[in-house]
């Protein structure tokens, strides 16, 4: 299972030096990131962000040797 980590408008305003935050999600959507309207503004997570940067976890099928499951 992924240890997702969540990042808060607030995460997203220290990475991005944005302030507002339309602006925030405005960047990030404009890098391929998905980002999601909360109560407290965008939000992400950083497994979506390293998707849109072409890094995508390994899954457990991948670390596993076929006969290993027959």
Known sequence: ???TTVLSCRDLKE???YQ???DVARCLREQGVRVFNGRGGPWTTLDLINHAGGITPAS???LMDPADIL
């Open 15 to 17: 990475i991005t030096g």
């Open 20 to 22: 507002r935050p339309a």
């Open 60 to 62: 457990n099928t991948e």
């Open 1 to 3: 299972m992924s240890h």
